[in-house]
C-alpha cells in the first residue's frame, strides 16, 4: 500500500476547505449517531429484558437469553448486504435518495418491532417477524452510511484531528444514555405486568422521532456545495468492493481488528450485565440500568477526553496504553454480580477513552480514492466479529463455564487488537 505523505496528510485543496469546514457539521454528525446508536441500544436493551419473555416464552430463561442475543446478531451479519441493495438505487438517484430510503426502511423496521404481538398472541410468527424486522434494520443502518465523519476527520488540522475523531463516537455512550434511562424509568415505576405488556414499546416509538429529525439533519447538509466537493475530491466517492477488497484485503483484514477491543467491550458493559444479572442475581434490572446511565455520562466524558489526550500524546501510543488497561479490566468481570458499580464505572470509563479514537485508526490505512469504501467494509467487518455475537458469546461462556470465561473472551479482543495496532506501522497514522 502506498504510504507517502500526499496520501497520509491528504487536506482537501483551499477551493474546498473554504467550503467544507468540519465545525460546521459537527452538530449534524453528533445528532445522526445518537439516533443510530439509541436505536441500537433499545433493541439491545429489549433483547435482555424483553425479548425472551414476550417472544420466546415456551424456553427456559437461560435458552431464551441465549436465542434473544442471537437475534441481536443478525442486523450485523445483513450489514454487508446494504451495498448491494442500495449501491444502484444510489448510482441511479442519487445519495440523498439513498441516504432517506435506507433510514425510512431503518425507521419502519424499527416500529415494526414495537408492535409486534407476543408469541402468546400469534405464535410462532411474532419470533418470525421479529428477525426480519431486525434484518431490515442492519440494512437500513449500513446503506445510512453518509461519510460525514470521515469528512471531519479527514479535513480537520493535523493537531486537531483526535478532537474531531472522537465527535461521532459520542453517540454511543449518549445515545445509551438515553435508551438506558428510559428503561429504568419503565422498569422502576411499572408494575412488570404493564412493562411487559405496552412499556417496553414506547422506546421504539421515540426512536423513530428521532431518526425523522437526524434524517432531515442530515438531508439538508449531503445536498450543500461542500458535501458535493468532498465526494469530487475522492474522499466519498464509492469504489467497487471487490477491486477495493482486491486490492486492499490485507489492509481491511488489518483495519477491521483495530477497533476490535472497544467492540467487544460496549457489549461486555452493557448487554451482557443485564443478560446476565436477571438470570443469575437478585437484582432487579432498574438497579444495573441506574449505574449504567451514570456509567455512560462517564464515558462521554472521557470519550471527549480521548481527543485531547490523543492529540497530545500521539493516537496509537494513546490507543495501546488504554487498550492494556481493557485487558486488565477482563480479569475482573468474574466480580460483576459482587461489585457492579467499580465494574461497570470503571468499564465506561475505559471504553468512552478507546471507543472515542477506534475509527480513526481506520481512514489513514487507505489510499483516499479507496478510502470511503474500504472504511465502509472494515467496519462492516469490524461490527461483525467485535459486535455481532459478543452478547451471545460472553453470556454462553458465562452459563456453561463461569462468569470469569466472558472476561478471557474480553481478553481474546484486547489481544486482537493489540496485535493489530503492533502490525499498524506508526507511519500509518498520521500524528506518529
Not at 153 to 164: P, V
Not at 360 to 383: C, G, N
Amino acid at each position: 500500500m502506498n504510504t507517502n505523505t500526499d496520501i497520509e496528510h491528504d487536506d482537501l485543496d483551499p477551493a474546498y476547505s473554504e467550503v467544507l469546514r468540519p465545525h460546521e457539521i459537527v452538530s449534524t454528525v453528533i445528532m445522526t449517531r445518537v439516533s443510530e446508536y439509541f436505536g441500537f441500544f433499545v433493541f439491545a436493551i429489549a433483547c435482555a429484558l424483553v425479548f425472551p419473555k414476550v417472544f420466546f416464552p415456551n424456553y427456559d430463561l437461560v435458552t431464551a437469553t441465549i436465542i434473544s442475543f442471537s437475534v441481536f446478531s443478525l442486523a450485523f451479519l445483513a450489514r454487508p448486504f446494504s451495498r448491494l441493495v442500495f449501491g444502484q438505487l444510489e448510482k441511479q438517484m442519487g445519495r440523498g435518495i439513498r441516504i432517506t430510503v435506507s433510514v425510512f426502511l431503518l425507521g419502519a423496521s424499527t416500529i415494526i418491532i414495537g408492535f409486534i404481538p407476543g408469541y402468546e398472541e400469534i405464535g410462532i410468527i411474532a419470533p418470525i417477524v421479529l428477525c426480519i424486522a431486525r434484518i431490515g434494520q442492519g440494512i437500513g443502518s449500513g446503506g445510512s452510511a453518509d461519510g460525514l465523519p470521515m469528512i471531519m476527520m479527514m479535513n480537520a488540522d493535523e493537531d486537531k484531528r483526535g478532537r474531531y475523531a472522537m465527535v461521532p463516537q459520542l453517540g454511543a455512550p449518549i445515545g445509551f444514555a438515553i435508551a438506558a434511562a428510559i428503561y429504568y424509568v419503565l422498569t422502576e415505576y411499572l408494575t412488570p405486568v404493564e412493562f411487559f405488556d405496552w412499556g417496553w414499546r414506547f422506546p421504539f416509538i421515540v426512536v423513530l422521532s428521532l431518526q425523522v429529525v437526524a434524517l432531515f439533519t442530515r438531508l439538508r447538509l449531503v445536498q450543500t456545495e461542500g458535501y458535493n466537493n468532498a465526494v469530487k475530491h475522492h474522499l466519498l466517492r464509492a469504489t467497487p468492493a471487490l477491486e477495493v477488497i482486491k486490492g486492499h484485503w490485507r489492509d481491511i483484514i488489518l483495519a477491521t481488528y483495530l477497533p476490535l477491543a472497544s467492540f467487544t467491550l460496549l457489549h461486555i458493559i452493557t448487554i451482557f450485565p443485564l443478560g446476565y444479572i436477571k438470570i443469575f442475581s437478585e437484582l432487579s434490572p432498574s438497579d444495573v440500568l441506574f449505574v449504567q446511565v451514570i456509567g455512560a455520562v462517564v464515558a462521554t466524558l472521557t470519550c471527549v477526553l480521548s481527543g485531547f489526550l490523543s492529540d497530545r500524546f500521539g493516537r496509537r501510543p494513546f490507543l495501546v496504553i488504554v487498550i492494556v488497561m481493557v485487558g486488565l479490566l477482563s480479569f475482573f468481570v468474574s466480580s460483576l454480580s459482587s461489585n457492579l458499580w467499580p465494574f461497570i464505572l470503571t468499564g465506561f470509563a475505559l471504553f468512552g477513552f478507546c471507543f472515542g479514537q477506534s475509527s480513526s485508526t481506520l481512514p489513514h490505512r487507505f489510499e483516499k480514492e479507496y478510502r470511503y469504501t474500504a472504511v465502509l467494509i472494515s467496519t462492516d467487518l469490524s461490527w461483525v466479529f467485535g459486535a455481532a455475537f459478543a452478547p451471545v458469546i460472553a453470556i454462553s461462556l458465562a452459563v456453561w463455564f463461569g462468569l470469569e470465561f466472558a472476561g478471557y473472551y474480553l481478553l481474546s479482543g484486547v489481544l486482537a487488537t493489540l496485535f493489530a495496532l503492533y502490525l499498524a506501522k506508526p507511519k500509518s497514522f498520521t500524528d506518529d
